[in-house]
């Protein structure tokens, strides 16, 4: 099979759809199948990874990348798909590039879309730029479902907002995200990972793992004070994008609060073990296209998070995370206690989050659904008279 990938990040850029989108590309690779991504051009971008052929557009899906690829895609010959990262605003124009959303939906290939974020929000009362910015990608968001041959999503409330925008789109089938962190060397011990912050060997690790946007962290702040204040064996591991800069928040905690910042990969695994229990709230609620919970579920950590309007409702009955019902710090603050006072209880959840991440999120489930359906449509189209 040849798949045509279009995104809007692709490594060295970071992000969770640039990270996604190169697992990916490696998964089908590793299946033999032939692998073109197509991104727009990023300072020290290299082709990182062997058998997946990175084009870089010359501008962020504008007129000269759009009659480069109608060029190529018209040459191509034999069976091949486009599979769109789809997030709005990584098709530069301030998320509202209608000359891409037209394009796509002339092609003679079949496209198929992958929808980490539908549009924006847009509802009564805002203000005259985010309607026009919620009105611009909402119909973005129409022509490609209505034009898609298959449409995923990265969480189920998708399909109520693209029913709602798109009401003659086909039904669109959940993929989870899977973790975009490689979990093969996440067996470091972990008491030689804590010595390289300086954190005692008997002390208990909050950890933490994201990109410390306003929104996570005005959640996530009083929750580390508090846990910080109730005892000073406890240390707190920041990792991720911006975590210095956060870091500094808790000077009152002087020794004891660490981050760890543009970490490799590989080594991203043995930094998330080394933590007792992550500590991962979210404004809208823990859900499946969160690759920071992804990440800590697919080598069995235990997690405090809470279940908001964008959660699924399997998460409250899955027993696989340590969970509030909204947004109150204080329930979080009292779940994380609960969960720092009983390591059996850490242990046994940790193993069921193992258990549910290998069985429903894991990157091969995602290849698998991408390939079954490819060949049953390839078969499909062959047994067609022309």
């Known amino acids: 099979m040849t798949w045509h990938i279009i995104t809007g990040e692709y490594p060295n850029q970071s992000g969770g759809v640039s990270d996604y ?17 197509w991104a727009p051009d990023f300072p020290g971008s290299t082709a990182i990874d062997s058998g997946i052929f990175v084009h870089r557009m010359p501008d962020r899906f504008g007129r000269r990348t759009l009659r480069l690829l109608a060029k190529t895609f018209d040459l191509w010959e034999g069976p091949n798909r486009i599979l769109v990262q789809y997030v709005p605003h990584s098709f530069g124009f301030k998320a509202m590039n209608f000359l891409f959303a037209r394009w796509l939906i002339h092609r003679k290939q079949p496209v198929w879309v992958m929808f980490h974020e539908v549009a924006y929000p847009w509802y009564r009362g805002q ?52 973790s975009v962190v490689p979990t093969g060397d996440g067996n470091e011990c972990p008491v030689t990972v804590r010595s390289q912050f300086g954190i005692p060997a008997g002390a208990t690790v909050l950890g933490h793992f994201g990109t410390y946007g306003s929104l996570v962290t005005d959640l996530l702040t009083p929750i580390l004070q508090a846990c910080l ?60 296209r969160r690759t920071s919970l992804m990440a800590s579920m697919a080598i069995g950590r235990p997690i405090v998070s809470n279940h908001s309007i964008l959660s699924e409702p399997f998460w409250l009955e899955s027993g696989a995370v340590f969970l509030t019902c909204g947004t ?13 006072a009983n390591p059996a209880l850490r242990g046994e959840t940790g193993t069921r989050a193992r258990q549910l991440y290998v069985a429903r999120f894991s990157l091969n489930h995602t290849i698998d659904v991408l390939r079954q359906h490819a060949g049953a449509d390839d078969r499909q189209s062959a047994s067609c008279p022309n």
């Open 127 to 178: 203000k005259l730029k985010h309607q026009l910015l919620g009105w611009a990608t909402s119909r973005m968001a129409r022509w490609i479902a209505t034009a898609a041959e298959r449409i995923f999503i990265s969480i189920p409330s998708w399909q109520e907002r693209l029913t709602l925008i798109a009401p003659r789109c086909r039904p669109a089938e959940w993929l989870p995200v899977p």
């Open 21 to 37: 989108t190169r697992q990916l590309a490696i998964g089908l690779a590793a299946e033999g199948d032939e692998i073109h991504v």
């Open 328 to 340: 109150s710090t204080d329930d979080l603050i009292a779940l994380a206690e609960k969960c720092l």
């Open 229 to 288: 204040a109730k005892s000073t064996d406890r240390h707190v591991l920041l990792v991720g994008r911006n975590s210095t800069r956060y870091a500094e928040d808790f000077k009152a905690f002087a020794g004891r609060v660490h981050h760890a910042e543009n970490v490799p990969a590989e080594q991203l695994s043995n930094l998330l073990a080394a933590c007792d229990v992550m500590i991962q709230p979210y404004p809208d609620g823990l859900s499946t």
